[in-house]
């Protein structure tokens, strides 16, 4: 009888807390939507408030201030992002390194597309140096960058990717991918390209791979 109505005294405080997260997510999914159209300046914690159709208050409640939101819904893009190109690498490493890194730029191209926010918040943050840029920097794209960057060089030492800074290549391939992601609406307007297409998608992966990739892994 005891355990009875203590599992129905704590029915409400699980109720109120499932409540809670599922407010807290609707917060961050409106904050990752406001925050990459029209960047931190451009972005009030009301509009994002009224985007997750909760009462303004709430947001202090849950994220203090809109800082902290904002570092809570990068957090969230870019922690999701690292997952899935670990996963990609994981289920490619029987694979010789040119595939592997090609199977990299697939899954990088597939969440960019996903979820834009991933490029836009970049591109919002590095207009100008602040303290969010250099947070974000070394949270989440410094250990992207320091795991990405020795592929590139095994790639160069082997003769697939081309001679010359590692580092300024890698940004060449990810702002290739990203960018023309970012820009899908112009390249529909302009050129017909329709990369919500996945077989669009799939040649944009096997251009980038056969520009910055041209090496040939058979004379290895």
């Known amino acids: 009888m005891s355990n009875n109505i203590a599992a129905n005294a704590d029915q409400p405080a699980r109720r109120q807390q499932q409540r809670s997260l599922v407010t807290q997510q609707k917060l961050l999914d409106a904050a990752i939507s406001a925050f990459s159209e029209n960047g931190f300046k451009g972005t009030s ?38 997952r899935v190109l670990a996963k990609a690498l994981s289920e490619s490493g029987d694979a010789c390194p040119k595939t592997r890194f090609t ?17 836009r918040f ?67 307007g302009t050129s017909k390209i329709d990369l919500d297409s996945e077989d669009t998608r799939e040649e944009l992966v096997q251009m980038i791979a056969r520009v910055f990739l041209p090496g040939d892994i058979q004379s290895q």
């Open 45 to 82: 914690t009301r509009d994002i408030a009224e985007r997750a159709g909760v009462h303004h208050p709430l947001i202090t409640y849950h994220f203090k201030n809109k800082d902290q939101l904002w570092r809570a819904a990068a957090d969230q893009v870019f922690t999701d992002f690292a």
């Open 103 to 119: 199977s990299m730029i697939r899954a990088f191209v597939r969440q960019t597309h996903k979820q834009p926010a991933i490029h």
């Open 122 to 188: 970049i591109m919002q943050e590095s207009s100008y140096q602040n303290t969010r840029l250099d947070w974000l920097i070394e949270a989440h794209m410094q250990p992207f960058f320091d795991a990405t960057v020795g592929h590139i060089q095994t790639l160069q030492e082997i003769g697939v990717a081309p001679a010359g800074n590692p580092a300024m290549l890698y940004h060449m391939i990810r702002i290739a991918a990203g960018g023309m992601l970012a820009v899908s609406q112009l390249l529909v």
